[in-house]
């Protein structure tokens, strides 16, 4: 579920907010004048207290839970959908500005196409992971991913100015088998 972390973790991500502002183009606020607000979302406990999924029986499922394959704590999100038929999960979470002034928003996850299970490797597709966060009905940052990589990789997805504290994160999977985790959105303080 998405959760504020504790001090030691959030300075953590004070830390690798402020890094990521800096490197990616400066103009933002460093260290405790510009406290990031911050929530991390492992689907850990029950994760559809405050997931909501939609599949279609027969040719796609979402399975939220305890799975060998999560990449942090015990349970990830399983998406499968071989065929143009969706799986999703969607869920709202509120990220508190920063500060007053204006403030800078990401969102990112860790992804990893399905190991291969059948005697043909390299003829199965490569799953399509989009990832999307919106402001009620406005999509404020997005982006689509076809997978390759059979081990967990970081997954940037948006970028946006603060804008209202509700936002929906929204997964969705086609053409493939896919896991996601650590679903992370933060926000911190620009620069005057």
């Not at 890094?19 to 607000?37: H, I």
């Not at 029986?57 to 305890?66: E, H, I, K, N, R």
């Not at 143009?84 to 709202?92: C, G, I, Q, S, T």
């Not at 081990?151 to 209202?164: I, L, N």
Request: aromatic share 12%; with cysteine; proline share 7%.
């Amino acid at each position: 579920m998405f959760r504020r972390l504790g001090t030691g973790r959030a300075r953590a991500a004070i830390a690798a907010a402020a890094a990521l502002a800096l490197v990616g183009g400066g103009g933002y606020a460093a260290g405790p004048a510009s406290a990031a607000t911050s929530v991390v979302d492992g689907f850990e406990g029950n994760p559809y207290t405050n997931w909501s999924t939609r599949d279609t029986p027969g040719d796609s499922f979402v399975w939220l839970g305890d799975h060998t394959q999560s990449r942090t704590g015990i349970n990830s999100g399983h998406f499968y959908a071989p065929f143009d038929v969706p799986a999703r999960a969607y869920r709202p979470v509120v990220v508190d500005r920063p500060s007053p002034n204006p403030s800078w928003c990401y969102a990112e996850a860790w992804l990893k196409r399905a190991p291969v299970w059948h005697n043909n490797p390299g003829t199965e597709k490569k799953p399509r992971v989009s990832l999307v966060i919106r402001n009620g009905l406005v999509v404020v940052g997005g982006t689509t991913y076809t997978l390759e990589n059979f081990e967990y990789r970081r997954a940037p997805f948006a970028s946006f100015r603060y804008r209202q504290p509700d936002l929906t994160v929204d997964i969705s999977v086609t053409n493939g088998m896919a896991y996601v985790d650590d679903v992370t959105v933060w926000c911190v303080q620009e620069i005057g």
